[in-house]
């Protein structure tokens, strides 16, 4: 079957640095997405990976490795306002997105 | 953990048809279902949100009468995307919450992709 794996909560502090993992299994790869979301609001998109390696974008930045099937997103400098859900989702062979179950970050004073 | 399917995932439809999309909660009940739409690589565009037994309540600029939403049950809601025209191209995703308002109780769908030709 396909899958998504995520940690389901991560705790960290403000003004550190934080890496969320994802593992993933599925039916073909046509990239992997990250999205933050928080509480009653709509996903904001954080980053597209299609090819193997680092893509860095201002604090934020996603890592992709296909033949491990594994990504990360890393978040430096937490503020508070980062203390959301992150949801990573690959889309397969038949473009369907395949989603995480979303990881809860706390960002602690 | 509850699942949420989309049916179809893929269609191709000409140019003044309509196509509905389904939303299903196969294993719990969704008294509310969220639509969104997403345009390659881009956010997902909140659409609409999708109430059992009441109306939809669209988003600011989304034309309620093109998107007919209809959510008659507490597992099924519908998007019929009417006389589409190749703009209405994209990903539609629906997405539900299981019990209580957490972020992380909030389930997706796979998707469906639209083409308009």
């Known amino acids: 079957g396909q899958n998504i794996d995520q940690p389901t909560e991560m705790t960290a502090t403000e003004g550190a640095i934080v890496q969320i993992n994802c593992t993933y299994q599925?039916?073909?790869?046509?990239?992997l997405f990250w999205y933050q979301q928080h509480a009653g609001e709509a996903p904001t998109f954080l980053s597209y990976?299609?090819l193997d390696g680092l893509e860095e974008k201002g604090r934020f930045s996603s890592f992709l490795s296909r033949s491990k099937g594994y990504s990360y997103l890393l978040l430096k400098e937490l503020q508070m306002k980062d203390s959301a859900s992150y949801l990573c989702?690959?889309?397969?062979?038949?473009?369907?997105?395949?989603w995480g179950a979303g990881t809860k970050l706390i960002i602690k004073p | 953990g509850a699942v949420v399917s989309q049916h179809p995932s893929w269609v191709i439809c000409k140019s003044g048809t309509s196509v509905k999309i389904e939303c299903r909660s196969l294993d719990f009940q969704a008294t509310t279902m969220f639509w969104y739409r997403q345009f390659p690589k881009q956010s997902l565009m909140l659409m609409a949100t999708?109430?059992?037994?009441?109306?939809?309540?669209?988003e600011q600029g989304v034309e309620k009468d093109k998107f007919l939403i209809n959510h008659a049950s507490l597992t099924l809601s519908t998007l019929t995307v009417t006389s589409a025209h190749p703009e209405d191209s994209s990903f539609y995703i629906c997405s539900a919450p299981t019990s209580g308002a957490d972020v992380g109780e909030q389930y997706f769908g796979p998707g469906t992709r639209l083409t308009v030709t």
């Open positions: 999708s109430n059992e037994g009441s109306k939809a309540t669209y």
């Open positions: 989702a690959v889309m397969d062979s038949n473009y369907q997105l395949i």
């Open positions: 990976n299609v």
């Open positions: 599925t039916s073909g790869f046509n990239g």
